[in-house]
Each structure stands twice: as structure tokens, then as C-alpha cells.
Nanobody
């Protein structure tokens, strides 16, 4: 059974920083891709950033220059370093992993940016 566990969310003031972590466990040798999605209230889930086993990184346009995604696919771990946070970054952040064509999701961690 595959399981993804996220951590690192919380309440932060505008301009602050947070680091999210996600680790997968289960019968997986290595992930093909791991990434982070965000879902704001009453909005659809959207990609924030991802990294592949080839170390190809993707970031959404509205977080470029502020967020960094990095990780180790062999260790099935991915991180999202978030700086200069804005209120519009608020939402539930979900970790996603792709392995052998299958997608797996974490339970989500809440990030709230507010003064």
C-alpha cells in the first residue's frame, strides 16, 4: 500500500516562509515524478511545482522566483520551499506522486497566509 505523508503547513504572515515536506512509503522503488498542488477555497486544484526523476522542475508562473521544489525520487521525498508568501498562496497543499503510470495523493496540509 502506497502512502504519502505531508508536513510543514501552518499559519504565516505575508512575506514569511514555510517549507513543506512529503515522503512516500510502500512498495515503490523510485517515483517518476513528485510534486505539489494547491487548492484554494472554491477553486480547483492547481499545480504549484513538480520534479521528475530526470530532475526536470516545473513551477507555476505565479510562484516563480518565490517557491522552489526539490527532492530525491529514489528516496521518494519532495520539498516545497515557499518564500515571500502572499495571502493568495493560502490553500490546502497536496503532494502527488507518479509511479508506473499511477497517481498517488497525500491527505493535504493547510497553508494560511494572513496578518
Amino acid at each position: 500500500q502506497v502512502r504519502l505523508v505531508e508536513s510543514g503547513g501552518g499559519l504565516v504572515q505575508p512575506g514569511g516562509s514555510l517549507r513543506l515536506s512529503c515522503t512516500a512509503s510502500g512498495s515503490i522503488f523510485s517515483a517518476a515524478l513528485m510534486g505539489w498542488y494547491r487548492q484554494a477555497p472554491e477553486k480547483e486544484r492547481e499545480l504549484v511545482g513538480s520534479i521528475t526523476i530526470e530532475r526536470v522542475r516545473t513551477l507555476a508562473d505565479d510562484v516563480k522566483g518565490r517557491f522552489t521544489v526539490f527532492g530525491d525520487m529514489a528516496k521518494k521525498t519532495v520539498y516545497l520551499e515557499m518564500n515571500s508568501l502572499k495571502p493568495e498562496d493560502t490553500g490546502v497543499y497536496y503532494c502527488k506522486m507518479v509511479f508506473r503510470g499511477e497517481q498517488y495523493w497525500g491527505q493535504g496540509t493547510q497553508v494560511t497566509v494572513s496578518s
